[in-house]
T-cell receptor, first 110, second 112 residues
């Protein structure tokens, strides 16, 4: 079983729509959670950290559910520039590496 | 200038050849990483280094070796390239207390 699993999508949404997707993680000892964004053939970049209480950054909202071991990302009022692959990333306290999901692709159309 | 640079950006090589991918950073970070990315598999860690004297294997280190020449430089070598090492390779850095990793632009490697 993969440590981090994501629905690969693609999620095709019109501009202005809301899109949401989850990822699940298998290691209950995981401590830190992140969403990274990767544009086509480019390097991943940190989008936002995910806190236990949930957090927002502009149009982006991240939620963590430790009991069910999943993380979600919601994008409101989608823009064309939001088209990208979103990587779910998990860090465990018992080792030093980040575990990356394979990514969820979002395409926002005009 | 980019904080994390990788050379070459693209490389085509033949099976059995030795190849080196280089990574340099100007962020002053101690921690450096090498990943490969394959479609549908996500990023997988090959090697990581927490300082110049520290080298650790990641989850897929077989067939690869690394050298940490300085705080700012971390190179990845494929001793004898094989076709299933065809992938997109990323170098990344992070600070000691941060899990935010900064990635280089990637090296697209094709082994024929």
């Amino acid at each position: 079983r993969k440590e981090v699993e994501q629905d690969p999508g693609p999620f095709n949404v019109p501009e202005g729509a809301t899109v949401a997707f989850n990822c699940t993680y298998s290691n209950s000892a995981s401590q830190s959670f992140f969403w990274y964004r990767q544009d086509c053939r480019k390097e991943p970049k940190l989008l936002m950290s995910v806190y236990s209480s949930g957090n927002e950054d502009g149009r982006f909202t991240a939620q963590l559910n430790r009991a069910s071991q999943y993380i979600s990302l919601l994008i409101r009022d989608s823009k064309l520039s939001d088209s990208a692959t979103y990587l779910c990333v998990v860090h465990s306290s018992n080792d030093y590496k980040l575990s990356f999901g394979a990514g969820t692709t979002v395409t926002v159309r005009a | 200038d980019a904080d994390v640079t990788q050379t070459p950006r693209n490389r085509i090589t033949k099976t059995g050849k030795r190849i080196m991918l280089e990574c340099s950073q100007t962020k002053g970070h101690d921690r450096m990483y090498w990943y490969r990315q394959d479609p549908g598999l996500g990023l997988r860690l090959i090697y990581y280094s927490f300082d110049v004297k520290d080298i650790n294997k990641g989850e897929i280190s077989d067939g690869y070796s690394v050298s940490r020449q300085a705080q700012a430089k971390f190179s990845l070598s494929l001793e004898s390239a094989i076709p299933n090492q065809t992938a997109l390779y990323f170098c990344a850095t992070s600070g000691v207390s941060s899990h935010e990793q900064y990635f280089g632009p990637g090296t697209r490697l094709t082994v024929t």
